[in-house]
């Protein structure tokens, strides 16, 4: 389970051991790497401003990050796909999982959530700490839609050129994934069912989620537990 407490104790050290003994230790960057590259993303967003932030997947049902405020919402040209493999949190590296990413084209509904100013930093970095430990997303600035009015985002959109992009899977290996995979914070169809469940008590309606979530739950690999319902961690 992906909690602030975590993230503020020892997050990167242990992603790090974990990454040494699937032999790819420097995939996990620094915290000085994460620092220059949140300094980067912020270079042009006028010091002690509240920061925006879109969530698409997990940040939704577990931001583990202080907000005063949050808005549905959707941006254009980014559509929510299963897209990146996953050896160290929900998959193994003879099982590898798949997360959510925005990839290219279409649109996407979720939640945008206010960091006030004078907390950016301090929220920015777990925030930073949990989405890019690795190259594998690209923090974006996004203009959002809200029925309170359009808003500058941050959010991660995928990174094409990372070596754990899946590109696009056919449906039946996108099931697969999700049935069989399972690491150290948990299944994967748990994040598959959660990130659903809670869009769908948001009011939004992915078709293709819901239809992952049918098929996952008929499949042989995904056990019993997966197919009575989600476990919510």
């Known amino acids: ?31 000085a790497e994460l620092q220059a590259c949140r300094s980067r993303a912020l270079s042009g967003h ?6 925006w932030v879109f969530a698409y997947g997990s940040l939704i049902w577990n931001p583990a990050f202080h907000y005063v405020e949050h808005r549905l919402g959707r941006v254009f040209g980014y559509h929510r796909r299963f897209c990146l493999w996953t050896y160290l949190g929900r998959g193994t590296l003879e099982c590898p999982g798949l997360m959510l990413g925005l990839d290219r084209g279409g649109s996407c509904q979720g939640l945008f959530y206010r960091i006030e100013g004078r907390a ?12 890019m430990i690795t190259a594998a997303y690209v923090p974006t600035w996004v203009k959002g839609r809200t ?21 696009k899977l056919d449906e039946a290996a996108v099931v697969e994934a999700l049935a069989a995979a399972e690491g150290p914070i948990g299944r994967c169809c748990d994040y598959l069912f959660n990130t659903h ?4 008590e948001l009011a939004i309606h992915d078709p293709q989620l819901a239809r992952l979530c049918r098929l996952v739950r008929d499949h042989p690999a995904s ?11």
């Open 1 to 31: 389970m992906i909690t602030r407490e975590n993230l503020q104790d020892g997050w990167l050290e242990r992603l790090r051991e974990a990454a040494g003994a699937a032999g790819d230790a420097g995939m996990i960057r620094t915290e």
């Open 46 to 51: 006028p010091s002690g401003q509240d920061v």
């Open 120 to 131: 950016v930093e301090e929220e920015l970095t777990l925030i930073w700490r949990r989405e």
């Open 147 to 167: 029925a309170k009015g359009d808003v500058r985002a941050l959010t991660f959109t995928i990174n094409h050129r990372h070596q754990r992009y899946a590109g």
């Open 197 to 200: 469940d809670h869009l769908a």
């Open 223 to 233: 056990g019993e537990a997966a197919r009575t319902g989600p476990s919510r961690s």
